[in-house]
């Protein structure tokens, strides 16, 4: 993918330890986390992509795996980096990815962010509602146990499930 004059981006799926480091180091840079050893993120029942910038990661997002629902988290790119479309070209793939599972929905947590997921089609919903949805993401698990869940916005998108002909 080429966006502006030149810049080269790249979307891969995240799969080694070494991934798991750059989606630390990406959540810490933008504020996401201001603690590394909070940092939850995980590949068991979860999915994380990494957007390289010419060469360089700039970007992430991953989805926390539920029965029939996932969790978008750790939605991020760089300050450098934004404003280019690296963050829909993210969030198109962690939604492609949802709808190939046969998820019904995808959910997330997001204070700030509103604007932007309104655009791909979410609307707000109580905290209580994406935790009940996905009670045992790593996510909701950690919002609970640290108690910032309740302070926290919730977001939600229907999905629908690709229909494919008969036969196919």
Known sequence: ?????????????????????????????????????AITATFEGSTYWIADLDGRPAGCIGLEHGEGAS?????????????????????TSALTQATLRGDRAVYLFSSDAGPFWEQFGFTRVPPETVAAALPDTPQVISGEGRGWLKDEVGWMRTLGVP????GA
């Open 163 to 166: 229909s494919w002909p008969e």
């Open 1 to 37: 993918m080429t966006l502006d004059q030149g810049t080269h981006v790249k979307l891969r799926q995240a799969t080694t330890a070494t991934d798991l480091d750059t989606l630390r180091d990406l959540i810490l840079a933008v504020g996401l986390s201001h603690e590394r050893g």
């Open 71 to 91: 969790l978008i988290r750790s939605a991020t790119v760089l300050p450098h980096a934004r404003r280019q479309g690296l963050g829909r070209a993210l969030a």
